[in-house]
């Protein structure tokens, strides 16, 4: 008996001193204190070192887009690091180009905040906030698109017509990773307490939560704004705007936004669906027909009911009869890869300058 | 045992008593590690790092410790206890000090607490009663040895690679076959010293 119990005291006295030495190593050793980060020349946070660069900069409120969370499979938080970032590592390697390489961006939640360090991100990102969110309504406004509108509470958020937010979908029954996904603002500008979202059902894991366990009243994240497709003030030409399915939410913050600062520039607006079952929110289109100089034009490839007198075909089937001269106009796509691939390259034939084409893939 | 000079016991661990062609241990990350050069001797400069130190470290605690208490049959757990805590510490060491050598090795560092190279040095310089000088001879030597076999063995795999293969050979069945043939050669030192 006493046998074993002085072995299990020299035991743990040899394991408590290991511990001890570590522990007193990672509050010297592993203690980076405090360092500076620089981010783009101008802005100085004191933060504490040691942590990766993604968690550092979300500690001081700037959010980086990452759908991942944090674990280096994404490749969406890159951010360019001029000083103090240390070596590239292997797990970066794989998700940088050269050019990226040679421009010095690198992946933040690779690497460790250990010294004074100076980044470089895009000045929007300062704009970008994190929003407690109240699903407010749901609406299904076809077989497997709903719409969903969130209250911002207090807070307000302040965006471009056509960015997209980060909704952030938690673990659930029968998922246990928590994943940030895009989805465009579907609401307008002049609304900065609420968000609209239309959300898609593809069985993934994020629309499978929004679709089967987000109920009205539930609480939800969401962080944003983000991204370059945005309507453009400056080319005052007639516009051209396509697109399928979900890819309707940054069109109609759009001619929200056009709405409401009373915008009469000649606009058309080509919607590609297969069916008349897919078709939604043709009220609010012919609402915004009859305040602007807009023109809505679905096109169906699959309807073959006589009820339909519409466009038969794909969208280019549609700018083949309705775009003559392409040359002054510019335009803005939402869609899938090879929806927009298709667009453009019928809207080049057509004469639309290349640059004045604008999109946004999903 | 006793009589025989450290620097002897040092050679001998290279060649005679190597680690990998005489006692086949650290065999996982042998095979693993072995196909380029370059991270073979990334490794082997870590792995005569860290079995050094925590041999000579294994040394104190057990005469100094265990022996005098009778717990001679507790050298397992602790032996690997101390591996773990000193490799952490190696690491946290690096990460601060010497981060080129911190990026090189990279995932190598943790795995090195799983090698039982490391664990055979420790118990090896019991079963053999080594004094300390000898225990340091013994142990630089072994991962030099341990080093030397993983860098030969990277040398002849890159060659490899540039020769047709059977395909049921590819990878570790053929990195076995060339381990025998390369311990095969290394039994040519045998008559040069002799420890065991």
Known sequence: MQEILFTALVVTAIASALAAVLTLADRTVGNYGQVQMTINNDKQFTVEGGKTLLSTLIGQKVFIPSACGGKGSCGYCKVKVHDGGGPVLATEKPMLTEEELA????????????QDIQIEIPEELFNVKEYDTTVERVEQLTKTIKLLRFNLGEETISFKPGQYVQLKAPAYEGNDEEVYRAYSVASSVNDPNHLELLIGYTGGIATTYVHQHLKEGDEVNINGPYGDFHYQEDDGGPIIM?????????????????????????????FGA?????????????????????????????EESAEWTGIKGRVPVAIDQFIKDGAPYSAYLCGSPQMIDSIRESLKEHGVPEEKIYYDEF | MIDVHPLVIFVAAIFTSNMIFSNFLGMCSFIAVSKEVE????????????????????????????????????????????????????????????????????IFLPLITVNCAILGVSLFMVYRSYNFLQTVG????????????????????????????????????????????????????SGMVQIQ
């Open chain 1, 103 to 114: 421009n010095d961006v690198r992946i933040s939640c690779q690497i460790k905040v250990k």
């Open chain 2, 138 to 189: 013994y142990s630089i030597g072994s991962g030099i040895g341990w080093m030397l076999a993983i860098t030969a063995m990277a040398g002849v795999r890159s060659r490899l690679n540039l020769k047709a293969m059977p395909e049921g050979l590819v990878g570790a069945p053929i990195t076995l076959i060339i381990t025998g043939i390369m311990a095969l050669a290394f039994i040519g030192f």
């Open chain 1, 274 to 302: 297969r069916t008349m079952e897919d078709l939604f929110l043709s009220e609010k289109m012919k609402e915004f027909e009859e305040k602007l100089n807009f023109r809505y034009v679905p096109a169906l490839s699959r």
């Open chain 2, 39 to 106: 991270t073979a001797i990334g490794l082997g400069i870590a792995v005569t790092f860290v079995l050094t130190f925590t041999t000579v470290l294994n040394y104190l605690i057990y005469w100094n410790i265990l022996q005098p208490f009778g717990l001679e049959y507790m050298m397992f757990i602790i032996f690997i206890l101390t591996i773990a805590a000193f490799v952490q510490l190696v690491e946290m060491l690096l990460e601060r000090y010497v981060e080129n050598l911190y990026y090189a090795l990279g």
């Open chain 1, 242 to 270: 396509a697109a399928a399915g979900t890819g309707m939410a940054p069109i109609l913050s759009i001619l929200q936004y056009m709405a409401d600062h009373e915008i009469q520039r000649e606009a058309i607006f080509f």
